[in-house]
């Protein structure tokens, strides 16, 4: 058993997508047409990862004030700072995690307003 996507909300499709595949290099599993109003069905992959990132419609933009998800990469400082150079924003530098002192962390906000966590195994 495996989880097969998990759920993103995003204001702008298309923004969102290239966020990730930029960023992240994730790659598309499906971007078909979903309703008349022009929403898609859109799933990414990140590489050798079986749950795919799906994204649902946001109800506002109000910016998510908790983590939305983890994501996992022993590169965790590499990947912060890859993130700044670009102009992202980075809640939470690099750090031990408070639950887990072996861990380290970092928060910042994709393209979406979405608060995401990036941690190391």
Known sequence: MHIQFAELPVSDQDRAKRFYMENFGCEVAAD?????DGWRWIELRFAGA????HFVRRPDDTPSAQPVMVLVDDDVAGIAAALRSKG???IT???PAPYDPGRT???????EGNRMVISSR
Not at 32 to 36: A, F, G, K, L, Y
Not at 105 to 111: G, L, Q, V, W, Y
């Open 32 to 36: 078909v047409p979903m309703s008349p």
């Open 50 to 53: 079986e749950t795919a990132l």
């Open 88 to 90: 992202i924003e980075i």
């Open 93 to 95: 530098a690099p750090q």
């Open 105 to 111: 962390i970092a928060e910042f906000r994709d393209s």
